[in-house]
């Protein structure tokens, strides 16, 4: 058990680091649903030939208030549909998207971990290592049609030794907010979907003035730029085949990239600060802004065509209120469809007990790729039932690709022609967020971030340093996985 308690200590230390996990948009806490559409939709459309209805237990769900997700319209329904399942609501705050603060605490305090841990954005590594998540194959069938229907590559990464340890719930893309009337008047075209990075170049060149900019920011999205150069890797260059980090075709053109950029004076908004943060060039190219000290001033005065953001910024950009018309578009990708993907999920722990067993499964599948549970959940975006106060999201993209959530998904209001690109690509996309998945990724990531900070920034030679920081990433990388698959077997043995 030495290993493990090392493991949880590392984690815990530097569980506020991430880099980009899917969040969500609205600000803290939670609200009850639309009274027009509570209860109604479990009647609408509770008729899963998969579901058991008539099992029986009592199941605890933990909910970390830190991530504020969509969660009691599902719960209501579901004692809806399952009248023979008590559910115990337990929610608790850690500051983080990460449970292990929380459940560090039940450990060391001797308590039963909640049933189930709900839309979870913490590492699964460390879960396991901890003996507190339960792999879920014993409750998979052939005849679950519905299961079928989870893209291959994120049941994947979901696994560990061909044990599936978490099913995924709500998915988000990174992607490129486009000012469109801007676009209009300099008169160019708008993007098209499968847009690669030469096109972004040009698209940004084009959209430079002397009165506008093409970027608000671009250096702080090199992170999963250097993923979307490369075919086959992800986030900083790591390769999840050979779990190695590969900088010469990902991190390394990111940095150029981003150089290139930079040196074309004012095509980044950013640049044009200079050492004093909100002064100097920027200023002056801005006049007409009252207030230059927000990172994306000129963006949200309509001054820069483009801006990177998540899809779980995409309320929180629409709250702003923008004063003119702009699109959300996918990332530039050099392989067709191949988009950084994030994935939050949900999981059960070895805190369930036998005669609840087959209750907390029911209520995980319902709340993650079951067809009712991702219908009642698109119902509260129609356009009929939608209540900014009763969901916390502007949207979300299922896990799921089941034909009826596709076409309900596709019937949304705020569902645009680009979003829906990113979900029809889901099957082609890479995780954004390896950190969920991978052992000890947040770690060596940052360290090789710095490291590209510094070379953008003129600090050091990448090329020159490049073999000594991969051996260097690829050595700490190749530790944690060791680690971690000595965890793993421990925890497989007390398992049998």
Known sequence: ????????????????????????????????????????LAEQYG???NADYE???????????????????????????????????????????DATEYLTSL?????????????????????????????????????DTDYSHIPENIINNLSYNGRLYALPQTLHFNGVVVNTDLVDELNIDVPEFNWNWNDFSDFLKKTTTSKYSGIEIIGTAINWMSGSMSDGLTVSGYNPQTRLFELSDSVLKAINYVKEIRSLHSVEAWSLRGAGGTQSDYAKKFSTLSNITDSYAAFNGGLVASRFAGTWSYGEINSNNL??????????????????????????TTGVTDENKAAAWEFLRFITYSREGNLI???????????????????????????????????????????LYMYDNIGNSYFGDPEKTVPGFDFVYDFVLDEADKAINGQTDFTAKMGEIQSKANNQITQYWSDFEANLKDFEDQLG
């Not at 969509?70 to 579901?78: G, P, R």
Request: aromatic share 12%; proline share 6%.
């Open 55 to 97: 099992v029986e237990g009592n199941v605890s769900v933990g909910v970390n208030m830190a991530r504020y997700s969509d969660f009691e319209l599902l719960i209501d329904s579901f004692k809806e549909l399952y009248p023979n399942i008590e559910l115990d609501v337990i929610t608790f705050e850690t500051g983080t998207d």
């Open 1 to 40: 058990m030495k290993r493990i308690t090392a493991f949880i200590l590392t984690v815990c230390l530097f569980a506020a680091v991430t880099c980009g996990c899917g969040g969500n948009d609205a600000q803290s806490g939670f609200s009850e649903p639309a009274e027009s559409i509570n209860n109604t």
């Open 323 to 348: 004063e003119f018309n702009w699109e959300y578009f996918p990332v530039p990708q050099e392989t067709e469809g191949r988009l950084p993907m994030h994935v939050d999920y949900c999981w059960m």
């Open 107 to 143: 450990s060391m305090a001797e308590k039963k971990l909640p049933d189930i841990l709900y839309d979870d954005a913490g590492s699964i590594p460390t879960y396991i290592s901890n003996s507190w998540a339960y792999p879920l194959n014993e409750f998979l069938t052939d005849e």
């Open 377 to 419: 959940r698109l119902s509260a975006y129609d356009e009929e039932n939608y209540d900014e106060d009763s969901v916390n999201q502007t949207f979300y993209i299922p896990c799921t690709t089941e034909p009826s959530v596709l076409e309900k998904f596709e019937s949304l209001p705020m569902v645009t022609e680009a979003i």
């Open 47 to 49: 008729d899963d030939p």
